[in-house]
Every structure is written in C-alpha cells, then in structure tokens.
C-alpha cells in the first residue's frame, strides 16, 4: 500500500477545471517530482492536499486514511506539512525564534504568551529540539540572525527548518529552490536528499528547475492542464515525446541528456 494516494481526484473553480480525475500514488521514502507548464494545476493540487481548498470530487488518503476535506492544521498534524513558494517567515524575529514558533505550535504550547508575556520561560525541552533542527539545516551559526536580515539562500533553508519543526511524515516542497544562484540549487538539493535518507521523510516536490528534478526525483509527474500527462522515472520523463511536446521542448531536453 502506497504511503499516499490521490485517487480520481478533481478541483473545479467554476466552470474550470483545475484538476481532473488524477490519479497519484507515492511510497514510503520516495522523492517524487510533480511538474507542469504554468497552469498545469501544481499548486492547486498541493493546496488541496494540504487542506486550503476542498475537493470538488475524489479521494486523499495518508497512511490508509483519508485526510480528503479536513482543516489544514488537521492534516498537518497527522504528518502532512508544505513550504511555500515565498517564504512564509516573521522576518523580525531570529532564526531560533522562528523555529521555535512552529515546535510550540506543534506541541500546542503557548509560545507567544512565552515571548510577549511576563513568562519568559522557554521550554528546555523544545529548544533542544529546535537547535537540532536549526544545525541540522546548516544554521547553526545564524541561529541569532532575524530572518529579514538572512540571504534569500538561507531564508528558504529556515523555512524547510520551520516546516522540519512540524515533525512530518510527508514534506510537500514548492519551488524550493526558486530565485537560487547555482551554489545555493547545489547546497539546497544536498539538503533535501539529506532530509530524505537521514529523517525518514517522504518528500513531495514542484518545481521547475528541471536539472534539479532529474537529478533528484525517484519517480516524476507530469500534469497538463489538470491531468496526468505521463509519470514514470526521470530517464523515462526526458524521452516522452508527449512530455517533450508539451513541456519540456527540444533544446531543454538536449541539455538535461548532456
């Protein structure tokens, strides 16, 4: 059993429709690629698994139980946690304060009576737990830095550590290496394939920076205006001629083969 299905899945807006029928089914430890020209109904498909829009029809399922309609702060807490396209962080506050923003709110803990009341307690506990996130993502040393004042590089490292805090199961990734100098891509899909194989997670990426999907993606997706156009293993998605036709085009191709 697939440790995530989306079983004939729609979303309509309207009389549009911005999924139709997709099937998806992605395994335990996998790091499947979802990808699409624009308006090929990516992100409609993350916000509908993450519970920010309703299904119009069809079935979500994690672990074997349908998580289909619930709230996001539900599906979260069941293992499902995304990262968004802008980084969603309070810019004013220091790397550690971010991350610990999210371990209380993981742990239903009271952290802004924490840090705008008159207890000035932080939980030991949770602080520990965050320090390890922040160094496991490489920020250790920045972890007294206010999020605003962070490289765009490092912002989106910290917003992957936000997420981390969360303690999910199934890492829903998008675009996380938007806006990356070549050396930043590197260092960021070190740290996904880090993240894969040393926390047990499952990761679910959009993006559109094809090299990086090629090379590290286990299987890939590939929608068209709402539908599944073809899926299959990096190799097989490059030689797809329906694929190359609607998506990719010749020269990327000759590129990414090169």
Do not use: W
């Amino acid at each position: 059993m697939a440790m995530f299905e989306v079983r004939s899945l729609c979303k309509n807006f309207g009389g549009l429709a911005a999924i139709s029928q997709l099937n998806l089914e992605v395994d335990e430890g996998e790091i499947r690629g979802v990808i699409g020209p624009n308006g090929a109904g990516k992100t409609t498909l993350f916000n509908v698994i993450c519970g920010v829009y309703k299904p119009t029809k069809g079935k979500i399922a994690y672990q074997g139980k349908e998580i289909s309609g619930l709230k996001s702060s539900q599906i979260a807490e069941r293992g499902v946690v995304r990262t968004f396209q802008r980084t969603a962080l309070f810019h004013h506050f220091t790397v550690l304060d971010n991350v610990l923003v999210a371990r209380h709110l993981q742990a239903r803990g009271g952290f802004f009576r924490t840090i705008f009341g008159t207890n000035r307690r932080i939980d030991i506990e949770q602080e520990k737990k965050a320090l390890e996130i922040i160094d496991f993502m490489g920020l250790s040393d920045l972890k007294d830095e206010l999020a605003d004042n962070l490289p765009h590089g490092h912002q989106r490292a910290l917003g992957i550590a936000v997420a981390l805090a969360s303690e999910p199961k199934l890492l829903m990734l998008d675009e996380p290496v938007t806006g990356m100098d070549p050396t930043e891509t590197q260092h960021m899909t070190g740290l996904i394939k880090k993240i894969r194989d040393e926390r047990a997670m499952t990761i679910l990426l959009v993006e559109h920076d094809m090299k990086v999907v090629m090379g590290i993606c286990d299987k890939i997706s590939v929608l068209n205006f709402g539908k599944k156009l073809a899926e299959g293993l990096p190799k097989q998605i490059l030689e797809n001629p329906d694929v190359i036709e609607a998506y990719l085009g010749g020269e990327d191709v000759v590129a990414l083969l090169g």
